[in-house]
């Protein structure tokens, strides 16, 4: 039998277990054309939970009773596509299922060079790209300078902060707990990493971790954390706008910082981005992450739970802080 995991409900707030349905099925037979895949590594992303309100933005939402989507590495277990051979292992957005068909649009062939599987979903796919891209093109570090990034420890931000390192600028970082701050010092070298939670005044702390002023400000997380990031910034920062997990179970509560004067004051540029919107990039970026993975020079994180079963709990824990790089469910047993 093939497990499927459903949207059943429009979580309101905080998502909850309650919120998916585990279905089972018959495993589907594959039509000519298609290919059988077996699911092996999946992806769970603070973006999936925009997708689970029923509103309009850059990618289409869920529909409720369908399966939830996202990045996965699978296996190719029975063919009818000349293009596929039994074996092959492929990544792409597919259905939080143990078996699916598919006919191979948008799915990407992983050659067997090595590389770990779960990299792909990681420093070596969507999250890694997310980084390269919103920095640099964004960002656009010059030695010397100071960057800030928050949701530090994340999929995303270790690896802007090491690429920052890489680039010759200072690096601080903002995350949730003590064993994270430690780990960005010591694993990723940054020049210094604060305790949101622990820490009484934010933005006294940026201060004193950034004695020069903050050049560039990565922001994963948005609120408070990047209100206390803002007034630190030197002119003509660079503000890459790449998430606002703070936000996303709907907590509007507090109005903060009125940006604009802030903004205007220090010829500063704030710019969101989806990592689509770099595409183009993307081989070239793949190019230079594999690199620096391969010289040792870019450390690959990630924090990897065990079994199907548990990819809503995984989802979940991202909004607690849980994980440590990139969060990744091993659905091989
Ligand atoms: N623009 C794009 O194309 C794009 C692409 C990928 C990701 N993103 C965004 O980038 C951000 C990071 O994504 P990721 O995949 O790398 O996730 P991640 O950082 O690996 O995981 C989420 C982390 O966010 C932190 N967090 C959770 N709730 C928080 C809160 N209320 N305030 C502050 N921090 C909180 C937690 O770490 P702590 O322990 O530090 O709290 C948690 O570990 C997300 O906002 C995501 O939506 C954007």
């Not at 290919?35 to 689970?52: E, F, N």
């Not at 070298?189 to 934010?202: E, M, Q, R």
């Not at 739970?305 to 091989?332: R, S, W, Y």
Request: hydrophobic fraction near 40%.
């Amino acid at each position: 039998m093939n497990k499927i995991i459903l949207l059943d409900k429009r979580p309101v707030g905080k998502v909850s277990l309650n919120d998916f349905k585990f279905v089972q099925e018959e495993i589907p037979q594959p039509m000519e054309g298609e290919i059988l895949l077996k699911t092996l590594y999946v992806s769970v992303d603070p973006y999936l939970r925009g997708r689970m309100n029923d509103s309009k933005s850059y990618v289409p939402p869920f529909q409720l009773h369908e399966p939830i989507e996202s990045g996965i590495v699978a296996k190719v277990v029975q063919t009818n596509n000349a293009a596929f051979k039994e074996g092959d292992i492929v990544s792409g957005s597919l259905k939080w299922q143990q078996y699916q068909v598919s006919k191979g649009v948008g799915l990407n062939k992983i050659e067997d060079d090595g590389t770990s599987l779960t990299a792909y979903l990681g420093i070596l796919g969507m999250t890694g790209l997310t980084a390269y891209c919103g920095l640099l093109e964004i960002g656009k570090p010059k030695a010397g300078e100071t960057l800030v990034v928050s949701g530090a420890a994340g999929a995303v931000g270790s690896v802007v902060g090491q690429i920052g390192k890489l680039l010759g600028c200072k690096v601080v970082g903002i995350a949730g707990t003590d064993e994270k701050v430690e780990m960005l010092k010591s694993e990723f070298h940054f020049d210094g990493a604060i305790n949101y939670k622990t820490t009484p005044d934010l933005k006294k702390a940026i201060q004193d971790a950034c004695p020069d002023g903050v050049d560039i400000y990565f922001d994963n997380v948005g609120a408070e954390i990047s209100d206390a990031v803002l007034v630190n910034i030197n002119k003509f920062a660079r503000i890459p706008v790449c998430g606002a997990i703070s936000l996303y179970n709907g907590d509007n509560s507090s109005n903060g910082l009125r940006v604009s004067s802030v903004l205007l004051s220090k010829s500063a540029l704030m710019q969101g981005f989806i990592v689509s919107n770099y595409a183009d990039k993307f081989p070239a970026a793949i190019k230079q992450l594999t690199a620096w993975v391969k010289e040792g020079k870019l450390i690959s994180s990630e924090t990897i739970e065990q079994g199907f079963d548990h990819i809503p709990q995984a989802f979940l824990d991202l909004f607690d802080g849980k994980n440590k790089g990139k969060m990744i469910v091993d659905c091989t047993n």
